[in-house]
């Protein structure tokens, strides 16, 4: 049995995703229905995803560990700063290159750069990071690698990650960061470094939409070479995090 906790079985993760998110539906459309801030209503939304995995933790007398609270080690927590710090733009780029709809566009501009900064790495970066990483690498990467080979498990999650968002402007980057995230968290056997990465790559996302990150002026100035940056610092934390020796079990 492995130190970081028995998985729930597939069925299982789907059945506590599914829950989880009825119940983020649930409570955003109340938070909307009594007059809060979208904001906090997304907020509410997002922390309400957390009941059902701890929940089913709690009924099924399953260790934290089953949902990858685990302990880190430190050379995930490297690859997950790599990844973090450089994947944003590649996706960026790759969004800049489809036919996506405008009205999505502006609508996740004006969230990115409406609210004061705080506020917007909050409820785009800090929360999401924590929530969904719980519930998608904690709970259902773990479950179908259960039973499925790893690429295919990393792959199916990263899907559900993607259709979770309802967003066509976010169907690209959501997959291919979640593939990325999907290696760090199977191959550590903790969510820590895809909750790391993730926080990374959504808030500097977010600094460089608002031009409070230094160097953001030539990051439009040399795309190109940005982008090369990116890639190779991205591919240096997937690697990093593939070639990284899986934790020790117990019998």
């Given at each position: 049995?492995s130190q970081r906790?028995?998985?729930?079985t597939?069925?299982?993760?789907i059945?506590v995703?599914?829950i989880s998110?009825?119940?983020f539906?649930?409570?955003f459309t109340?938070a909307?229905g009594v007059g809060?801030?979208?904001l906090?209503a997304v907020?509410l939304?997002?922390?309400?995803?957390?009941?059902?995995?701890l929940?089913?933790c709690?009924?099924t007398?399953?260790?934290?560990?089953?949902i990858?609270?685990?302990r880190?080690?430190?050379?995930?927590?490297?690859?997950?700063?790599?990844?973090?710090?450089?994947m944003?733009f590649?996706n960026?780029?790759?969004?800049?290159?489809?036919?996506?709809?405008?009205?999505?566009?502006?609508e996740l501009e004006?969230?990115?750069?409406?609210?004061q900064?705080?506020?917007a790495l909050?409820?785009?970066?800090l929360?999401?990071?924590?929530?969904e990483e719980l519930?998608?690498?904690?709970l259902?990467?773990?479950?179908?690698a259960?039973?499925?080979?790893p690429?295919?498990?990393?792959?199916?999650?990263?899907a559900?990650?993607?259709?979770y968002?309802?967003?066509?402007?976010?169907?690209?980057p959501?997959?291919?960061?979640g593939?990325?995230l999907?290696v760090?968290?199977l191959?550590g056997?903790?969510?820590?470094?895809a909750?790391?990465a993730?926080?990374?790559?959504?808030?500097?996302a977010?600094?460089v939409?608002?031009?409070e990150?230094p160097g953001?002026g030539?990051i439009?100035?040399?795309?190109?070479?940005t982008?090369?940056?990116?890639?190779?610092?991205?591919?240096?934390g997937?690697?990093?995090a593939?070639?990284?020796p899986?934790?020790?079990?117990?019998a």
């Amino acid at each position: 049995m492995s130190q970081r906790g028995p998985a729930f079985t597939p069925l299982g993760a789907i059945a506590v995703l599914s829950i989880s998110f009825a119940t983020f539906l649930v409570a955003f459309t109340v938070a909307v229905g009594v007059g809060a801030p979208p904001l906090v209503a997304v907020v509410l939304g997002q922390l309400v995803l957390l009941a059902a995995p701890l929940i089913a933790c709690t009924r099924t007398r399953r260790p934290l560990a089953a949902i990858g609270l685990a302990r880190p080690r430190g050379r995930l927590l490297v690859a997950a700063v790599l990844i973090g710090a450089s994947m944003w733009f590649i996706n960026l780029r790759l969004s800049s290159l489809l036919p996506l709809p405008k009205g999505q566009v502006l609508e996740l501009e004006k969230a990115v750069e409406g609210p004061q900064l705080a506020a917007a790495l909050v409820v785009i970066a800090l929360v999401p990071a924590v929530c969904e990483e719980l519930l998608f690498r904690g709970l259902v990467l773990r479950g179908l690698a259960s039973h499925y080979i790893p690429i295919g498990a990393i792959t199916m999650t990263a899907a559900l990650f993607s259709l979770y968002h309802l967003s066509v402007v976010q169907l690209l980057p959501t997959f291919t960061l979640g593939l990325a995230l999907g290696v760090l968290a199977l191959r550590g056997e903790s969510v820590i470094p895809a909750m790391l990465a993730h926080l990374l790559n959504n808030a500097a996302a977010i600094l460089v939409a608002r031009r409070e990150l230094p160097g953001a002026g030539w990051i439009d100035q040399h795309t190109g070479a940005t982008l090369a940056i990116a890639a190779a610092t991205t591919t240096a934390g997937v690697v990093l995090a593939a070639r990284s020796p899986k934790p020790r079990t117990a019998a």
